[in-house]
């Protein structure tokens, strides 16, 4: 299991965050009723709160991965992505921006466990 769970964390956690709230994310909010979040709605400026945080946390989660595998691709993909989410949401809530940092997110998650298991020891030096 890797050390590093931060950006796995925080970007589910901000997937899961969006499904919680269908007002505002028609896609996520489909899947949050399937998954029975939809009973968070009357929380919704508070889970959007937490949204931002999540987004933040996994942004740290990329820093981290970073160096200990030290690719920069990630680390750009995760800083344009969480810029892209904080963005939208603190603005005019585009969605295209919103879910496509929300993908990047996920993607950079997935692409920082492939980098970690390719350096397992040779990183765990630097």
């Given at each position: ?28 909010g ?8 939809s ?39 995760g ?18 921006l919103?879910?496509?940092g ?15 298991r390719r350096?397992?020891?040779?990183c765990e030096?630097?």
């Open positions: 299991m890797s050390a590093n769970i931060l950006d796995k964390v925080g970007s589910i956690g901000a997937v899961l965050a969006g499904a919680a709230v269908p007002c505002c994310f028609p896609f996520l489909l899947i949050g009723s399937i998954l029975g979040l009973f968070l709605a009357p929380y919704e400026r508070y889970i959007l709160y937490a949204m931002q945080i999540l987004v933040v946390v996994a942004l740290i989660g990329s820093l981290i991965a970073y160096r200990r595998h030290g690719k920069i691709l990630p680390l750009f993909l800083i344009a992505s969480t810029a892209s989410v904080l963005y939208s949401l603190n603005t005019d809530m585009d969605i295209r919103l879910y496509g929300l993908t990047g997110l996920l993607v950079v998650a997935i692409w920082n466990s492939i980098e970690a350096c397992a020891d040779p030096a630097k």
